[in-house]
């Protein structure tokens, strides 16, 4: 049986290790593709210091997916008076483990928690992959977004 939890400072290794294995994935990165000193050290800076909230799905001590939150706080609007906002990243399930619910329960997990701290928006970027999860759990399409990149 799989659990799904929220993972805490202690479990740095698990989550360095699925976060680095989804990359390859996502990115179509050979298995040995070596990362540099950047990514692995930002990452686990921001596991441990990050306005974050990770989960983890462990089948016994064999970590087979995450999910991850990143809270934002932007200044308050009429729509979002509490300025606090946050982004659903990384959700990633072992290709053996997928079609179970797993993906699912996470998100579901992180949903209900970025809901008690009093964040009045989720964004995210969905893959084609993902879209129809989202969408069953209600994300819509934005048209309010623009994005400057590479400046």
């Keep these: 049986m799989v659990e799904i939890k929220i993972a805490r400072q202690d479990d740095i290794e698990s989550l360095m290790s699925i976060r680095l294995e989804m990359l390859k994935v996502v990115n179509s990165l050979p298995e040995n593709y070596e990362y540099s000193d950047e990514i692995i050290n930002e990452s686990r800076d921001y596991f441990l210091n990050g306005d974050q909230m990770t989960v983890l799905a462990c089948d016994g001590d064999a970590v087979v997916g995450c999910a991850s939150m990143s809270f934002i706080r932007i200044m308050p609007t009429f729509d979002h008076p509490t300025g606090k906002r946050a982004h659903l990243m ?50 819509t399409d934005s048209t309010e977004c623009m994005v400057l990149t590479n400046f």
């Design 90 to 139: 990384n959700v990633y399930t072992k290709n053996e483990y997928r079609r179970q619910g797993i993906a699912q329960k996470m998100v579901e997990l992180l949903i209900e928690k970025t809901c008690e701290k009093g964040a009045t928006e989720i964004s995210l970027d969905a893959t084609s992959l993902g879209r129809p999860l989202y969408e069953k759990l209600g994300f």
